[in-house]
């Protein structure tokens, strides 16, 4: 069967990621060029000897990790390339697409040099290199918007709806609230179907939804917004956390009132953040505690029925958490942090 060869095939790629004591080996390490020479021991060798010629320090494995990242997209996408499991991966890949724009308006919104706004973008979704460029030298968040309606990207949709509020309020978010709307839900209806990996993608996509909006409610009592004004930035489709919850959390105006309100939910766990913790309306130590639950969950699609391509979804996720890692790793040593908090930010899996 192809599902077994592909699965096969993932398999083979997930025995060269980064154990936990490659990271070990790499928060041993007392510089960026010490983290550099390691990691030209791992999978990222050729990237990083790419990179090293082009950078150093910081950007230099930067670079390389976003090279590395984008082949292990393309590698995995020609598996399943005109596959019906295809749409799997291509929703997955498409949170990319939602990323890079968010990256080339917010760029365009501050008036930062083109060059700035390339660095930080990863092509490894369904728009290309070459299309991403062109947005990004577009003099600002119109034009940028125009061009995308004019050669017909999907996410122009969404942009245009909002875009006279975006410059009504100068607010950012606005457009970024509407690509969000507009991918989890095409995403969801792109999983309408009866089959056991649509509900599975769909129940991880659900997850999401949960832990954006629970973010957000955090944010707004944080920022002591109102619930009105908080609904009109929340996300339709999650698997657990309703609207009226989520408002609900937003009135009690204290995040461990808030928190109290999970207790019939599988996001109770953040009850055992102590208080002391999340006062003064820190949300941090909450918002890395929910990015753990998802990537877990995420991760957990790899350890599913063998016959079945979300398998490579739960690859995607932990090759995504490895790059995570690594950056982390790499911006602790650049600030100067000591090796036991290196450790806390990182989740091993």
Same mark, same amino acid.
């Given at each position: 069967?192809?599902?077994?060869?592909?699965?096969?095939?993932?398999?083979?790629?997930?025995?060269?990621?980064?154990?936990?004591?490659?990271?070990?080996?790499?928060?041993?390490?007392?510089?960026? !060029?010490?983290?550099?020479?390691?990691?030209?021991?791992?999978?990222?060798?050729?990237?990083?000897?790419?990179?090293?010629?082009?950078?150093?320090?910081?950007?230099?494995?930067?670079?390389?990790?976003?090279?590395?990242?984008?082949?292990?997209? %393309?590698?995995?996408?020609?598996?399943?390339?005109?596959?019906?499991?295809?749409?799997?991966?291509?929703?997955?890949?498409?949170?990319?697409?939602?990323?890079?724009?968010?990256?080339?308006? %917010?760029?365009?919104?501050?008036?930062?040099?083109?060059?700035?706004?390339?660095?930080?973008?990863?092509?490894?979704?369904?728009?290309?290199?070459?299309?991403?460029?062109? +947005?990004?030298?577009?003099?600002?968040?119109?034009? $940028?918007?125009?061009?995308?309606?004019?050669?017909?990207?999907? @996410?122009?949709?969404?942009?245009?709806?909002?875009?006279?509020?975006?410059?009504?309020?100068?607010?950012?978010?606005?457009?970024? @609230?509407? +690509?969000?709307?507009? @991918?989890?839900?095409?995403?969801?209806?792109? +999983?309408?179907?009866?089959?056991?990996?649509?509900?599975?993608?769909?129940? /991880?996509?659900?997850?999401?939804?949960?832990?954006?909006? /629970?973010?957000?409610?955090?944010?707004?009592?944080?920022?002591?917004?109102?619930?009105?004004?908080?609904?009109?930035?929340?996300?339709?489709?999650?698997?657990?956390?309703?609207?009226?919850?989520?408002?609900?959390?937003?009135?009690?105006?204290?995040?461990?009132?808030?928190?109290?309100? +999970?207790?019939?939910?599988? @996001?109770?766990?953040?009850?055992?953040?102590? !208080?002391?913790? $999340?006062?003064?309306?820190?949300?941090?130590?909450?918002?890395?505690?929910? &990015? %753990?639950?998802?990537?877990?969950?995420?991760?957990?699609?790899?350890?599913? &029925?063998?016959?079945?391509?979300?398998? $490579?979804?739960?690859?995607?996720?932990?090759?995504?958490?490895?790059?995570?890692?690594?950056? $982390?790793?790499?911006?602790?040593?650049?600030?100067?942090?000591?090796?036991?908090?290196?450790?806390?930010?990182?989740?091993?899996?």
């Amino acid at each position: 069967m192809y599902v077994e060869y592909v699965n096969a095939r993932v398999h083979g790629m997930s025995s060269r990621l980064i154990t936990i004591h490659g990271f070990e080996r790499l928060i041993a390490q007392p510089s960026l !060029d010490g983290i550099i020479t390691e990691l030209e021991k791992t999978p990222y060798r050729e990237e990083i000897v790419e990179a090293r010629i082009l950078h150093t320090g910081i950007g230099c494995i930067e670079y390389a990790l976003r090279k590395n990242l984008l082949k292990t997209y %393309r590698k995995v996408f020609a598996l399943v390339e005109g596959e019906k499991s295809a749409r799997y991966i291509t929703i997955f890949l498409k949170k990319w697409d939602v990323q890079n724009i968010k990256t080339i308006i %917010r760029g365009k919104n501050i008036q930062a040099p083109n060059e700035v706004i390339s660095g930080c973008l990863i092509p490894a979704g369904t728009m290309d290199e070459t299309t991403l460029i062109e +947005l990004v030298k577009q003099p600002d968040v119109r034009a $940028v918007v125009d061009l995308m309606a004019t050669w017909d990207i999907e @996410y122009a949709v969404p942009l245009t709806r909002y875009i006279g509020e975006f410059f009504e309020q100068n607010k950012i978010g606005t457009l970024e @609230y509407a +690509l969000d709307e507009y @991918y989890f839900e095409s995403s969801l209806k792109e +999983l309408s179907g009866k089959r056991q990996d649509d509900r599975v993608v769909c129940d /991880l996509i659900g997850t999401e939804i949960d832990t954006r909006n /629970l973010k957000t409610a955090l944010m707004m009592i944080r920022d002591s917004v109102p619930a009105d004004d908080a609904a009109l930035f929340l996300l339709k489709g999650g698997k657990e956390i309703n609207t009226g919850m989520i408002l609900d959390m937003v009135r009690t105006k204290k995040i461990p009132d808030a928190v109290r309100l +999970l207790e019939s939910t599988s @996001y109770r766990f953040l009850q055992s953040v102590p !208080d002391i913790e $999340v006062s003064g309306g820190k949300i941090s130590v909450l918002e890395k505690e929910l &990015d %753990r639950y998802l990537i877990r969950k995420g991760i957990a699609m790899f350890r599913g &029925d063998p016959l079945s391509f979300t398998i $490579v979804i739960g690859y995607l996720w932990a090759k995504l958490n490895e790059i995570t890692n690594i950056r $982390v790793i790499s911006r602790c040593r650049e600030a100067g942090m000591p090796d036991e908090l290196m450790e806390s930010e990182i989740f091993y899996v």
